[in-house]
Nanobody
């Protein structure tokens, strides 16, 4: 059974930084598309970033240049480095894992999930002015 355990949430002032970690209990971890999602107050869940097995990442426009997603396949860890945080980044953040393909081609996009996606329990990030 796939499980994701998150750590690294917290509170920070605007302009500050936080780093999230997500530990995965997954067989064949390196083959998974890994993602970070968030749900801001009163909003739907939205994709923040994703990283494929080769380390190629995609991001939503509002976090490009400020957030960096990375993975350590040897340790089954996913990281999200968040810099220059803004009050609009306040949200519950979730890690996600899945394997997605169509027509024999694999893909890994920050804004895609499916019924087979596994989710972490979430960690709160609060950015104050």
């Amino acid at each position: 059974q796939v499980q994701l355990a998150e750590s690294g949430g917290g509170s920070v002032q605007s302009g500050g930084s936080l780093r999230h970690s997500c530990a995965a209990s997954i067989n064949d971890y390196s083959s998974y598309c890994l993602g970070r999602w968030r749900q801001r107050p009163g909003k739907d869940r939205e994709g923040v970033g994703s990283i494929d097995s080769a380390g190629s990442a995609t991001y939503r426009d509002s976090v490009k240049g400020r957030f960096t997603i990375s993975r350590d396949n040897a340790k089954n860890l996913l990281y999200l480095q968040m810099d220059s945080l803004e009050s609009e980044d306040t949200a519950m953040y979730y890690c996600a894992a899945g394997r997605y393909s169509s027509g024999g081609l694999s893909y890994c996009l920050y804004n895609y999930y499916s019924h087979s996606t596994v989710w972490g329990q979430g960690t709160q990030v609060t950015v104050s002015l």
